[in-house]
């Protein structure tokens, strides 16, 4: 089981309330986790990725074990610790705006 | 007895009004979607619980919500089936993607950009909702880049109207200070193939064969900010109004000047008249005199906020030319707030209801035609539209 967070106003958007846990089939990687997600919850289809390119929004992060994976390829596979669920994977909002 | 029901969309969610008849004593729901900004929300005509909003943000980009109970409860359309673990999203909900020519694949058009070159459309987000005036699952969507969508299944799939970007003139739009902007959607229930459209800054348009083929209705139109103060594409219409009795008579506010046509837009004539300032965003028709007209003065293109600092509406009972100020209740003094040009609208109860909201985070509600005044809510975050439902 995968765990992720989100942001707190997709949280609001998906109606759950702390992490999400999802089941993804190996190998786990943005990509896979993010199909994933968006399938257990379609309305948050297109406020992480472009709708038609699969982009990462400008404005939003991917954060793996304490590091910043946004740049990363989205398969590149994820580390052990994220494939097991003992760390969550962590989809951020950049700080900006008022 | 009646009662009304004002949708306020605000740049931090949206809040839903609510009064009887008398309109002296209201309600206040909200923050929906807090901390998201909320360009339009409009109910249907045909199921008044049914209302649609446009929920964006430049972080997680367009939402659109539906609420079956009157603004109680909210889902995205599309969105709240959970499909079996494993499956693939269907690409449905919030999904606006332009079309593109068959044959090519390429996209049907480019716009100017600011520096003059061309631009290929951007998806930015959803600047108004117009509900069919048949149909509760059909509404339309104008967009930011410039477009209209329609949705047939209650907003969970959109495919775009793309006659009207197709037709011919869409090189030669361009983007406003606002962004290139679809804002103005109006259906007239006398012709339903009959619809009536306005771009910042491009213009206006109307079908008359339900959006498959459009043409440009700016004759009359006269923009100095345009190398051709006449040109056919590149005026900067604010907004467009129209009464449901009275089809084909248009009002509209551009940039500078309120402006009328009594042909369906094929020939505009000025009817600013006594106004003090010309400028301004909204206009809107009384709900039962059609030649009745209101618009909010504002000071310039470049001091977006009223004249002297006086928050005055102007209503014409003459369908233009001359203006009556109305400002009993309104603030006197030291107002440099703006109104925005989805921001007023009338109910149609017998005395009948004004409503406008600032982006100072005031609504406003006049229960007897603009005579008087007095704010339903003082602190709201900026407001972007306002939209009314008269209810049995």
Redesign the interface.
């Given at each position: 089981m995968i765990r992720v967070v989100l942001?707190p106003?997709?949280r609001?958007?998906a109606k759950v309330g702390g992490e999400v846990e999802?089941?993804v089939?190996a190998p786990v990687t943005q990509r896979s986790i993010l199909?994933?997600l968006?399938?257990?919850?379609?309305?948050?289809?297109?406020?992480?990725r472009d709708?038609?390119t699969k982009e990462r929004?400008a404005?939003?992060r991917f954060f793996v074990c304490a590091e910043d994976w946004s740049h990363e390829s989205p398969d590149a596979p994820l580390p052990e610790d994220i494939a097991t669920g003992k760390e969550p994977f962590f989809i951020i909002?950049?700080i900006?705006?008022g | 007895m009646s009662k009304v029901r004002v949708l306020a969309g605000t740049k931090k969610g949206a809040f839903v009004l609510t009064a009887d008849g008398k309109r002296d004593k209201w309600d206040v729901s909200g923050p929906f979607f807090g901390g998201w900004e909320i360009y339009h929300m409009k109910g249907s005509p045909v199921d008044p619980n049914r209302i649609y909003a446009s929920q964006t943000s430049g972080w997680f980009g367009q939402i659109i919500q539906r609420s079956d109970d009157g603004g109680k409860t909210w889902d995205v359309p599309g969105g709240e089936k959970l499909p079996k673990p494993g499956e693939l999203p269907s690409g449905g909900p919030n999904k606006f993607v332009y079309d593109v020519n068959p044959p090519s694949g390429k996209p049907l058009t480019t716009h100017q950009w600011y520096d003059g070159t061309q631009h290929p459309w951007e998806f930015k987000r959803v600047w108004h909702l117009e509900p069919s005036l048949m149909d509760a699952n059909t509404v339309y969507a104008g967009v930011e880049d410039a477009a209209l969508f329609r949705s047939t299944d209650g907003a969970k799939s959109w495919h775009e109207v793309a006659g009207l970007r197709g037709h011919g003139t869409g090189p030669k739009w361009q983007p406003g200070a606002g962004g290139l902007c679809l804002h103005t959607v109006i259906l007239d229930k006398s012709d339903p193939n009959k619809i009536y459209i306005a771009i910042s800054a491009a213009g206006a348009f109307r079908t008359d064969d339900g959006g498959k083929n459009w043409k440009p209705i700016n004759q009359g139109l006269v923009s100095n900010y345009i190398p051709d103060p006449k040109a056919e594409i590149g005026h900067c219409v604010h907004h467009v109004a129209m009464h449901p009795n009275k089809p084909g008579v248009l009002f509209m506010q551009k940039h500078w000047d309120v402006m009328r046509s009594d042909n369906a837009g094929d020939l505009w004539k000025e009817v600013s008249g006594n106004l003090p300032t010309d400028f301004g965003f909204v206009i809107d028709v009384h709900a039962h005199e059609p030649e009745t007209i209101y618009v909010v003065p504002i000071k310039s293109d470049g001091e977006h906020f009223p004249l002297d600092g006086k928050l005055r509406v102007y209503r014409s009972k003459t369908g233009g030319n001359e203006w009556e100020e109305l400002s009993k209740g309104l603030p006197p003094n030291n107002c440099y707030v703006n109104v925005l040009r989805d921001a007023m609208a009338v109910d149609s109860l017998d005395s009948c209801g004004i409503y406008f909201g600032t982006t100072g985070g005031q609504v406003y509600c006049s229960a007897d035609a603009g005579n008087n005044w007095m704010p339903i809510v003082h602190d709201l975050p900026g407001v972007l539209s306002v939209e009314v439902q008269t209810l049995p």
């Open positions: 942001p106003h997709l609001t958007l999802i089941d089939a199909d994933a968006e399938a257990c919850y379609p309305m948050l289809e297109g406020t992480i709708h038609t929004r404005f939003l909002g950049a900006a705006g | -």
